[in-house]
């Protein structure tokens, strides 16, 4: 019996216009009067998506919880409590940003208070607005973020071979993080986590009892660690393998009512 089902937002729980749709909203509250856990599973801060917590009814809420920065950060939604944070020491980030330097590439830094990004360019900008707030900078260093929480780091390039090219030139240092891609225009790096676990400890749920859906490279741990892994019908062809089920039903066909509905009701 599921208990938990935790959905990652863009291009799986929000449809192409960044709202949950009213179909999926009706089976999250039918899965909710089941007693099961619905918890929004994003790469974006906590704080960027208090509108869909708002749309699903979950915004702050006792006993109700996010896991975002890819698992980096888990926080009840009231209050935005943080419960649990595992991301970058300074060291490991300054190395990424220095990295990312030598290639073609905008870099985003992310902390706990806002997004930081290095040679943002008009496209990029386009993408960010009405996804989350960020803010740009020119410093060719990290600097002015030492002593401050940096939960993860990120490069942006829309040519997914190029972006490829770059994680086979670099894995002589991630050997110890989660290198993972999503929305076919980021390579991200984590530290490596198990927030599907940890949760899952806190609440008393096990494993099996756990589902995850996704459609890219960065939900790829969540759908691992859930005793049910599950793709949207537009998830990456190359992930589909790894996946348990494929759902028939995109993010804008209502694919987490589907889910909901073959699975939990």
């Known amino acids: 019996m599921i208990k938990l089902i935790a959905s990652d937002l863009d291009e799986t729980l929000l449809s192409t216009d960044r709202t949950v749709s009213l179909k999926n ?11 099961v856990k619905f918890v929004c599973a994003t790469g974006r801060g906590y704080s960027s998506i208090q509108t869909t917590l708002e749309e699903i009814g979950s915004k702050d809420m006792e006993g109700e919880y996010t896991i975002s920065y890819n698992g980096g950060v888990i926080t009840e939604n009231k209050d935005n409590r943080l419960i649990h944070f595992e991301g970058l020491d300074f060291d ?23 997004v930081w990004i290095y040679n943002i360019f008009d496209g990029e900008i386009d993408y960010l607005n009405g996804r989350m707030a960020f803010t740009a900078f020119d410093d060719k260093n990290l600097d002015f973020l030492k002593g401050q929480e940096i939960i993860k780091v990120l490069y942006v390039n829309t040519d997914r071979a190029y972006l490829n090219q770059i994680e086979q030139d670099m894995v002589h240092m991630t050997e110890d993080l989660d290198v993972s891609y999503s929305s076919n225009r980021y390579l991200e790096f984590n530290k490596k986590g198990a927030a599907m676990h940890i949760l899952g400890n806190l609440l008393g749920i096990r494993k099996e009892e756990m589902a995850a859906v996704g459609d890219n490279y960065n939900d790829l741990s969540m759908i691992r660690a859930a005793g049910l892994g599950a793709g949207v019908a537009n998830t990456v062809e190359t992930m589909k393998p790894e996946c348990d089920v494929i759902l028939e039903t995109t993010n804008d066909e209502d694919a987490i009512a589907d889910l909901i509905r073959q699975y939990v009701l």
């Open 25 to 35: 909203r009706e089976y999250i509250q039918k899965a909710r009067d089941k007693g």
């Open 92 to 114: 490991t980030a300054e190395k990424l940003f220095f990295n990312g330097l030598k290639y073609d590439v905008c870099i985003h830094v992310y902390t706990l208070e806002t």
